[in-house]
């Protein structure tokens, strides 16, 4: 399997544009997860699917940011209009998640770096 | 409220000695803990998990970690460390249902081996 796939890995922009990350799930992975780490606070939880739906958004840190899951296998975060403090690292994870009451491990991509000036 | 905490910031051993990388946790009812790892420039990578069973737990690269429930402790172990063992790690908690797999992450500890 090529694990969890992300694009770009590296995204320059100038404050004001529109950014929009992508990220391709483990196939047959059910939940997926959006993550953004800085220095200053560390790994942070923004949103998470399972079976494609929102589950949490609370961790969404403005109006700025939507995230959508149209399908399995294609997760999108959007950051409209972007600003300097969204620089930071992006991860997407993805794990497979069910009744039986087993918790299995995250499996993350390799982040995109966003860079916005 | 749930929370896990990594005290150290950074832990500093030299090859070939044992290390230990601190992780505490605050849940309510049975803990499911996790440690990752994260290589420069990298995704975090699962080491290993406790959900229930043996306390002592063992995982990738010869990697161990110990459940204490009375401590509230799961700290991350290794018998004789390595030069390439030099990452940053995060200690985790499962929160909420089973079903959905959230995790909450500690602020990562940064271990540096030294030869």
Known sequence: DAGVIQSPRHEVTEMGQEVTL?????????????????MMRGL????????NVPIDDSGMPEDRFSAKM????????????????DSAVYFCASSFSGTSGLTYEQYFGPGTRLTVT | ???????????????????????????SGN??????????????????KYITGDNLVKGSYGFEAEFNKSQTSFHLKKPS???????????????????????????????????
Do not use: M
């Not at chain 2, 409220?1 to 849940?27: F, H, R």
């Open chain 1, 70 to 85: 149209p399908n399995a296998s294609f997760s999108t975060l959007k950051i409209q209009p972007s600003e300097p403090r």
């Open chain 2, 81 to 115: 460390a390595l030069v390439s063992d030099s990452a940053l790690y995060f200690c985790a908690v499962r929160v909420g249902s089973s079903n959905t797999g959230k995790l909450i992450f500690g602020q990562g500890t940064t271990l540096q081996v030294k030869p």
């Open chain 2, 1 to 27: 409220a749930q929370s896990v905490a990594q005290p150290e910031d950074q832990v500093n051993v030299a090859e070939g000695n044992p290390l230990t990388v601190k992780c505490t946790y605050s849940v």
């Open chain 2, 31 to 48: 803990p499911y803990l996790f440690w990752y790892v994260q290589y420069p420039n990298r995704g975090l990578q699962f080491l290993l």
């Open chain 1, 44 to 51: 942070e939880l923004l949103i998470y699917f399972n079976n």
């Open chain 1, 22 to 38: 992508r990220c391709k799930p483990i196939s047959g992975h059910n939940s997926l997860f959006w993550y953004r780490q800085t």
